[in-house]
T-cell receptor, first 113, second 114 residues
Framework: DAGVTQSPTHLIKTRGQHVTLRCSPISGHKSVSWYQQVLGQGPQFIFQ???????GRGNFPDRFSARQFPNYSSELNVNALLLGDSALYLCASSFLGQGTEAFFGQGTRLTVV | QQQVKQSPQSLIVQKGGISIINCAYE??????FPWYQQFPGKGPALLIAIRPDVSEKKEGRFTISFNKSAKQFSLHIMDSQPGDSATYFC?????????????FGKGTKLSVIP
């Protein structure tokens, strides 16, 4: 049974560009969350989607946006990239919107130059 | 504002020893406390989790101890092995707000030496 899959695994972008990261949750899971992990730190919550609706938003600027599709996959978009956006972006899926285990993908390593 | 404080930042344990990592939280609304293990270049993997209605949970060599009054919880790894060398994160979440977001500690880098 496939786990959470994220694409691409690595990405290099230039300051000011836009990036789209993709996530497919575990089959049967309806909730997807996005986290940013800066080197040497714990993951920080960006967004949560459940049944295609935004359920939570962390303390990130409006340059960050996301959506969830009818098949429960999700995209994270970041506009006007800054050097400080360089991080590992993690997607987590869970069966319900709350109160159940969250399983993470291997992440997308974004480097902004 | 860091809502989950984790210590120590790094830990060196001999093979066969006990590894202990501690976390403290501030938000009394938290009702779910998982621990994650992360290897370099990989995403965090769920190890074990506890809810505040129990004081201890054991799964194999991993045990969570939970002290609700002190707002603290800890991970004990018994018979630590070199393969346990990784970064460990505690986290907390609350399910009452209609959303599900994990607040993580800053992590503990564990090295188990032969």
């Amino acid at each position: 049974d496939a786990g959470v899959t994220q694409s691409p695994t690595h990405l290099i972008k230039t300051r000011g560009q836009h990036v789209t990261l993709r996530c497919s949750p575990i089959s049967g899971h309806k909730s997807v969350s996005w986290y940013q992990q800066v080197l040497g730190q714990g993951p920080q919550f960006i967004f949560q989607y459940y049944e295609k609706e935004e359920r939570g938003r962390g303390n990130f600027p409006d340059r960050f946006s996301a959506r969830q599709f009818p098949n429960y996959s999700s995209e994270l978009n970041v506009n006007a990239l800054l050097l400080g956006d360089s991080a590992l972006y993690l997607c987590a899926s869970s069966f319900l919107g709350q109160g159940t285990e969250a399983f993470f993908g291997q992440g997308t390593r974004l480097t902004v130059v | 504002q860091q809502q989950v404080k984790q210590s120590p930042q790094s830990l060196i344990v001999q093979k066969g020893g006990i590894s202990i990592i501690n976390c403290a939280y501030e938000n009394t609304a938290f009702d779910y406390f998982p621990w994650y293990q992360q290897f370099p270049g990989k995403g965090p993997a769920l190890l074990i989790a506890i809810r505040p209605d129990v004081s201890e949970k054991k799964e194999g060599r991993f045990t969570i101890s939970f002290n609700k009054s002190a707002k603290q919880f800890s991970l004990h790894i018994m018979d630590s092995q070199p393969g346990d060398s990784a970064t460990y994160f505690c986290a907390a979440a609350y399910s009452g707000a209609g959303s599900y977001q994990l607040t993580f500690g800053k992590g503990t880098k564990l090295s188990v030496i032969p």
